[in-house]
């Protein structure tokens, strides 16, 4: 009797452990199913960017640097570059929705602003904080004071860019009339004024780079002023969007504005030669050692910030500049034209 007890519980515990062994197999597999279902539910496409730059210059780095070690893809953004040669042209494709953010001055925002846009442009990061173009001269200027500029020609930028205003700003700070004192020919295009001067055109002309070295390399130029360093800290370029794309996209924003901020961390980490290296498939056209000399250039200027907050000391130095130039006839307000949140966040 004993032993046939001991047979029908063992018989018992071997079906329990049966019944046990398939149920946990079966919660095992509902749960790596249910897993599976959630990952695939929360892997994205990802998210189209149509970002357009006033410029493709070396002086825009850290951005390219995000680009090139994929940070903004790390962001779940597939990011569409186009260049828009020009803050008007730039601004006209954010306004329109041809593209979703904006890089260029900020004098750009708030001239729509002013003009009374309703769905204004509103700036979120800023990458500069030092103007990059030259002067450049036609001889060697070892010695090359402000003073020297004085009734001679130049090829200066489109009015009320910043390039311009920067320019003008350094003349009046440095007692020079822009009017009167200087002859500025504003009437070539962005981007053209190298060639124009390579060929006779001027006395002088203010270059972005690569424009400035290959001038020098071409023995056609000389850099013999920095208007970034003479300017002293300007908020020259920042990134902005419509408001109602920030409103309906923060999640957008807040993951370019991480991209960008890990831009800025490699920048101001590593040597020109590294940041040279990795923007290089950018500038197929340019080669490395040139690349390299106008990181070091922009480097050793302190060009970069080592974050994106946009100020308001200098969002305000900005309408000061533009009031200089008499471009602005009414200031307007930071608080609606600038927001720190995404930087803010971007920095923790």
């Known amino acids: 009797m004993k032993k046939r ?13 049966s019944l046990l062994a398939c149920s946990s197999k079966n919660d095992a597999e509902t749960a790596s199913s249910d897993t599976k279902a959630k990952k695939e539910e929360t892997k994205k496409e990802p998210t189209k960017v149509i970002l357009n730059e006033v410029a493709h210059s070396i002086f825009y780095a850290p951005m390219y640097v995000a680009i090139e070690a994929g940070y903004f893809a790390d962001e779940g953004i597939d990011l569409d570059l186009v260049t828009g040669f020009g803050a008007d042209k730039t601004m006209t494709a954010v306004l329109s929705g041809s593209a979703d953010i904006g890089f260029m001055g900020s004098e750009a925002s708030i001239y729509t602003y002013n003009e009374g846009a309703n769905d204004y442009v509103v700036n979120f990061a800023q990458l500069t904080q030092r103007a990059g173009n ?34 003008e700003y350094i003349l009046n700070q440095n007692n020079i009339d822009p009017a009167k004192d200087v002859n500025i020919d504003q009437s070539i295009d962005f981007g053209s004024t190298a060639a124009a001067f390579s060929e006779g055109q001027a006395d002088f002309t203010v270059e972005f780079e ?36 920030i409103d309906k996209n923060p999640k957008v924003i807040q993951g370019f504005t991480n991209a960008l901020q890990k831009g800025m961390d490699y920048v101001q980490s590593h040597t020109p030669e590294d940041i040279a290296g990795i923007i290089a498939p950018q500038f197929k056209e340019t080669d490395l050692d040139t690349i390299t000399m106008i990181v070091e250039r922009y480097y050793d200027q302190d060009t970069w910030k080592d974050n994106l907050v ?16 008499g471009e602005l006839d009414k200031r307007a307000p930071y608080k609606d034209l600038v927001t720190t949140d995404f930087a803010d966040k971007a920095t923790k």
Do not use: C, H
Not at 310 to 324: A, G, P, T, V
């Open 5 to 17: 007890f001991i047979a029908v519980s063992l018989v018992v515990a071997m079906a329990m452990t």
């Open 134 to 167: 030259f002067l450049v001269a036609r001889e060697e200027m070892p010695d090359f004071t402000w003073e020297d500029i004085k009734g001679k020609n130049v090829l200066g930028g489109r009015k009320g860019g910043m390039p311009e205003m920067v320019f």
């Open 210 to 245: 690569p424009g400035a070295t290959n001038l020098e390399k071409e023995g056609k130029g000389y850099v013999v002023a920095s208007l970034g360093t003479d300017s002293g800290y300007v908020p020259y370029t920042a990134f902005s969007a419509k408001q109602s794309y």
């Open 310 to 325: 946009f100020e308001e000391d200098s969002f305000n130095l900005l309408q000061d500049i533009l009031e200089d130039a």
